[in-house]
């Protein structure tokens, strides 16, 4: 009886890894089924084919669990993509030390990719696997390129991502209309010859599509003859996934051209704003087809001493406060962290009315269980908030406090109104903002240079900090900036605006910065002029105001 619950206690204690392979679709990260999102959160472990799958951990609705290992698979010696054996060793490696591990494959892990050998080798060495399906790269992919299969008068579809292309495979490519096949840069010589040898026709239509579904998609329409050069020019990586369309859906591919015709497809948009702040700014941008880059231009750090704080704490749990204001997240960070120092959550909350004073600060507030009683529903700033602020009322309100918890150089404005309306505000230094460290050196070239299509500021600290830590964006680069305040800055630094968002928020910035692309495009049609990025103008002086 003993060694039989000796033995149930070791079955118990001993932790068995699982694999998951999880679908991520031909490149565009929003394209991620609610599947691979939950997979991902639960991960101990994360790998990767290549390091572009990196921009799909950055999609805000990714959130890895704290201490998953990310690792990527990379190439043989000889610069080629790793045979299955090799990937399964490295799979089995990490479920071995009994953790979840996600496979991230791209497209559609038993369709477009050969993993199924992964999937047998665990099943040999004892790791249970499972799939989660994702948009197979093989219809995906035409379809951002503008291709409509359904009017391709019969489609036959071939994933040749490994070995080499065989003719008896291939005599079924005579018969349809319509050709797709996946495979890699490297293998396009190859698949011309097997093509032409099995009676396509050398002059057929065929379109070559580079990045499918990312923000770098790449389009030619050519001839089957061409499809090797013409890939050869584009693309310099062999081991490159590419597709090629061939037959008669391409025909009438430009009139159905959508994602490649965005208003900021393929622009490359700075953002001075740290990743965590910029989410909802590079999410909107990128679904006008924007690659954002966000360099943070300023640095967080706590309040030169601590007493302040430790008493505005102290004071809202014994129920000093009426009303607590949060006017950006990192005072909401500032203020979650110091709960943390105390042992206290949210709940310490209960009783109190609190405000913030904008959707992303309530968004940071809700995050951490609190529902704010006021957001303003017109201008979403600290005047905004101000304006919808309630007076004090001696009946109402049995204590007239304000806790303001705010940085340590933020405006008086909020303060100021609320004294006006009766109440007595408590502003608190929660946080210091310093300037963040200069970008990497290729950054800072990038956007002196005019590499940067667009720059978005979302103050007027952003200006002052980007110029002062990598210089004015060049002549080239279009200046957006979130409203009237931050377009005077960015004009008493030489640099003239071409955006003022109507309304002070990151969407209506974003929205706006779309809004002129699209005129710059149109107007750049009408004029029978090849549609350029800004980044691709002449060089030329420096833009002033």
Same mark, same amino acid.
């Given at each position: 009886?003993?060694?039989?619950?000796?033995?149930?206690?070791?079955?118990?204690?001993?932790?068995?890894?699982?694999?998951?392979?999880?679908?991520?679709?031909?490149?565009?990260?929003?394209?991620?089924?609610?599947?691979?999102?939950?997979?991902?959160?639960?991960?101990?472990?994360?790998?990767?084919?290549?390091?572009?799958?990196?921009?799909?951990?950055?999609?805000?609705?990714?959130?890895?669990?704290?201490?998953?290992?990310?690792?990527?698979?990379?190439?043989?010696?000889?610069?080629?993509?790793?045979?299955?054996?090799? @990937?399964?060793?490295? #799979?089995?490696?990490?479920?071995?030390? $009994?953790?979840?591990?996600?496979?991230?494959?791209? $497209?559609?892990?038993?369709?477009?990719?050969?993993?199924?050998?992964?999937?047998?080798?665990?099943?040999?060495?004892?790791?249970?696997?499972?799939? #989660?399906?994702?948009?197979?790269?093989?219809?995906?992919?035409?379809?951002?390129?503008?291709?409509?299969?359904?009017?391709?008068?019969?489609?036959?579809?071939?994933?040749? %991502?490994?070995?080499?292309?065989?003719?008896?495979?291939?005599?079924?490519?005579?018969?349809?209309?319509?050709?797709?096949?996946?495979?890699?840069? $490297?293998?396009?010589?190859?698949? =011309?010859?097997?093509?032409?040898?099995?009676?396509?026709?050398?002059?057929?239509?065929?379109?070559?599509?580079?990045?499918?579904?990312?923000?770098?998609?790449?389009?030619?329409?050519?001839?089957?003859?061409?499809?090797?050069?013409?890939?050869?020019?584009?693309?310099?990586?062999? %081991?490159? &996934?590419?597709?090629?369309?061939?037959?008669?859906?391409?025909?009438?591919?430009?009139?159905?051209?959508?994602?490649?015709?965005?208003?900021? +497809?393929?622009?490359?948009?700075?953002?001075?704003? !740290?990743?965590?702040?910029?989410?909802?700014?590079?999410?909107?941008?990128?679904?006008?087809?924007?690659?954002?880059?966000? #360099?943070? !231009?300023?640095?967080?750090?706590?309040?030169?001493?601590?007493?302040?704080?430790?008493?505005?704490?102290?004071?809202?749990?014994?129920?000093?406060?009426?009303?607590?204001?949060?006017?950006?997240?990192?005072?909401?960070?500032?203020?979650?962290?110091?709960?943390?120092?105390?042992? &206290?959550?949210?709940?310490?909350?209960?009783?109190? /009315?609190?405000?913030?004073?904008?959707?992303?600060?309530?968004?940071?507030?809700?995050?951490?269980?609190?529902?704010?009683?006021?957001?303003?529903?017109?201008?979403?700033?600290?005047?905004?908030?101000?304006?919808?602020?309630?007076?004090?009322?001696?009946?109402?309100?049995?204590?007239? @406090?304000? +806790?303001?918890?705010?940085?340590?150089?933020?405006?008086?404005?909020?303060?100021?109104?609320? !004294?006006?309306?009766?109440?007595?505000?408590?502003? =608190?230094?929660?946080?210091?903002?310093?300037?963040?460290?200069?970008?990497?050196?290729? =950054? @800072?070239?990038?956007? /002196?240079?005019?590499?940067?299509?667009?720059? =978005?500021?979302?103050?007027?600290?952003?200006?002052?900090?980007?110029?002062?830590?990598?210089?004015?964006?060049?002549?080239?680069?279009?200046?957006?900036?979130?409203?009237?305040?931050?377009?005077?800055?960015?004009?008493?630094?030489? &640099?003239?605006?071409?955006?003022?968002?109507?309304?002070?928020?990151?969407?209506?910035?974003?929205?706006?910065?779309?809004?002129?692309?699209?005129?710059? @495009?149109?107007?750049?049609?009408?004029?029978?002029?090849?549609?350029? /990025?800004?980044?691709?103008?002449?060089?030329?002086?420096?833009?002033?105001?």
């Amino acid at each position: 009886m003993q060694q039989a619950r000796d033995g149930a206690a070791a079955a118990v204690q001993t932790t068995r890894g699982r694999v998951i392979f999880v679908g991520t679709g031909p490149g565009d990260p929003d394209l991620l089924t609610l599947g691979a999102i939950a997979a991902l959160g639960d991960a101990g472990a994360v790998i990767l084919d290549s390091e572009r799958q990196r921009e799909i951990l950055q999609h805000p609705s990714i959130k890895l669990a704290d201490g998953a290992e990310v690792s990527i698979l990379g190439l043989s010696e000889a610069g080629k993509p790793l045979p299955p054996s090799a @990937r399964a060793k490295t #799979v089995l490696k990490h479920a071995g030390s $009994g953790v979840r591990v996600v496979r991230l494959v791209s $497209g559609d892990p038993f369709l477009d990719n050969a993993v199924s050998d992964e999937a047998a080798a665990c099943v040999r060495g004892g790791i249970d696997f499972e799939v #989660v399906p994702g948009v197979s790269s093989l219809t995906a992919v035409p379809e951002y390129a503008g291709v409509a299969l359904n009017n391709a008068g019969g489609v036959h579809f071939v994933s040749a %991502t490994e070995g080499r292309f065989a003719k008896t495979a291939a005599a079924e490519w005579v018969g349809v209309a319509t050709l797709v096949v996946s495979s890699r840069v $490297g293998m396009m010589a190859e698949f =011309v010859d097997v093509a032409t040898s099995v009676g396509r026709s050398a002059d057929e239509l065929a379109l070559i599509t580079l990045h499918g579904g990312s923000t770098e998609q790449l389009s030619i329409t050519t001839t089957l003859a061409e499809v090797a050069d013409e890939t050869a020019k584009i693309a310099a990586d062999p %081991t490159d &996934l590419i597709h090629i369309t061939l037959g008669a859906a391409v025909q009438n591919r430009e009139s159905l051209s959508w994602y490649e015709t965005k208003p900021l +497809f393929g622009w490359r948009v700075l953002v001075p704003r !740290t990743k965590d702040q910029a989410a909802s700014l590079t999410a909107r941008l990128r679904t006008y087809g924007a690659h954002s880059e966000e #360099v943070p !231009t300023i640095s967080v750090e706590p309040p030169r001493s601590p007493l302040q704080m430790d008493k505005a704490v102290r004071g809202l749990v014994e129920g000093r406060y009426e009303w607590v204001a949060f006017t950006s997240v990192n005072a909401v960070r500032a203020v979650r962290e110091k709960f943390e120092q105390y042992g &206290l959550d949210a709940r310490a909350f209960s009783g109190l /009315k609190v405000a913030a004073v904008g959707e992303t600060t309530a968004a940071a507030l809700q995050a951490w269980g609190i529902e704010p009683d006021l957001v303003p529903t017109g201008e979403q700033s600290a005047a905004g908030l101000a304006a919808e602020w309630p007076p004090y009322d001696e009946v109402l309100d049995p204590i007239n @406090r304000v +806790f303001l918890p705010r940085a340590d150089i933020a405006t008086e404005t909020l303060s100021a109104a609320l !004294t006006e309306l009766g109440w007595e505000v408590e502003d =608190v230094t929660a946080y210091r903002t310093v300037r963040a460290a200069p970008p990497a050196a290729p =950054v @800072r070239e990038a956007i /002196k240079t005019g590499k940067f299509d667009a720059v =978005v500021f979302t103050s007027s600290s952003t200006v002052r900090n980007l110029v002062g830590i990598a210089g004015k964006p060049h002549a080239s680069t279009i200046i957006a900036a979130i409203g009237p305040a931050t377009a005077k800055t960015c004009e008493e630094h030489g &640099l003239r605006v071409d955006v003022v968002a109507p309304k002070p928020s990151a969407l209506e910035l974003a929205d706006a910065l779309a809004g002129f692309a699209a005129n710059r @495009r149109d107007a750049l049609v009408a004029e029978g002029q090849p549609v350029t /990025k800004p980044s691709q103008r002449k060089a030329g002086r420096r833009r002033t105001s």
